[in-house]
């Protein structure tokens, strides 16, 4: 049954980024012109579809693959902001997605099937890497030194009051008193195996104890915070709300949580026939620190800003491109 629920969400997912047109594609949302990325007679007016999924990071991440091939001259079609992992991975695997980028942790894990992540960030992008083109002929490259690992957070008012500094502590606080252990998780989280199954068995942790509630991810860091709905929440570790909201991450002192070093990934085929695209992205993807991408998450997130306008300012002041 497992693999039947697996099958139909799969071509639920298929029938979804066909019916959303991703074959298609829309235009770059905003004008760049060439800065220390020059024009390439090797992508002049190559077709290239970029895509990501749709949360704030990602639709980032997208915009700066955009821009950087789009000064290079590439014919560049946008379709970011795709929901789900798995529909992401799907389009890419189908061919209606040239170029994305994904985290190494949910490859090893959830496109790979593999359930102990390997605790080394560069390891880990190694073992991807490695196992992904062998079996299915996608090529990862240009890993980030960002981590956008899972991670549980509560207030700063909550850690005061439970003393709680490590999931240790957490998974002691749960089984003393599920009440103080209320925890908000987002939809993905709660069902991805490096997620919260994964987590409540590592740290042996009751699942049936515990007040879960289910929400969108966006929920999570405002509930979090004002502590009502819930005293713990589930995040990415680089999200800017959580510097914003005064938010405290907790120690993942038995090493559950997987490297999510973001990396380019593209079809072997079209990695091969254009080798620029790696050499353009890679002096990008080494600027993306954790610091770096929680500073441009934070503008979205809690500035309002777009994040098309985030990405495209950051390559600006980069000198990677101009704005035209």
Request: hydrophobic fraction near 45%.
């Amino acid at each position: 049954m497992t693999r039947v629920w697996r099958a139909l969400a799969l071509g639920l997912g298929l029938a979804l980024v066909a019916a959303c047109g991703l074959q298609s594609g829309g235009a770059v949302p905003l004008r760049v012109g060439p800065g220390s990325i020059r024009p390439s007679p090797a992508l002049d007016g190559v077709p290239v579809t970029v895509g990501s999924k749709d949360f704030t990071e990602q639709n980032i991440l997208g915009y700066l693959i955009e821009f950087a091939l789009t000064a290079a001259g590439a014919e560049v079609r946008d379709l970011t902001n795709i929901q789900g992992s798995n529909s992401v991975r799907d389009a890419q695997l189908h061919g209606q997605i040239d170029i994305a980028y994904e985290y190494t942790g949910t490859g090893w894990i959830n496109y790979l099937g593999n359930e102990k992540p390997v605790p080394d960030e560069i390891g880990q992008f190694e073992a991807v890497r490695d196992a992904d083109l062998a079996a299915h002929g996608m090529v990862w490259t240009a890993m980030a030194p960002m981590n956008n690992t899972y991670a549980l957070v509560m207030s700063a008012r909550t850690a005061q009051e439970t003393g709680v500094r490590t999931l240790s502590d957490y998974a002691a606080l749960a089984a003393a008193d599920p009440a103080a252990a209320a925890i908000c998780v987002g939809t993905e989280f709660n069902v991805r195996q490096d997620g919260f199954p994964g987590l409540v068995r590592k740290y042996e942790i009751d699942a049936g104890k515990v007040r879960k509630q289910i929400v969108q991810d966006a929920v999570v860091y405002q509930a979090t915070a004002d502590g009502r709905q819930c005293r713990f929440g589930s995040v990415a570790a680089t999200d800017g709300r959580i510097p914003a909201l005064n938010l405290v991450l907790l120690q993942d002192d038995r090493g559950f949580f997987p490297k999510y070093n973001a990396a380019l990934v593209m079809r072997e085929s079209f990695a091969d026939a254009h080798p620029e695209v790696a050499e353009i992205m890679t002096p990008i993807s080494q600027r993306l620190t954790n610091e770096t991408i929680t500073e441009l998450n934070r503008q979205v997130d809690v500035d309002g800003r777009e994040p098309a306008e985030v990405a495209r300012d950051w390559m600006v002041a980069q000198g990677f491109v101009t704005a035209r």
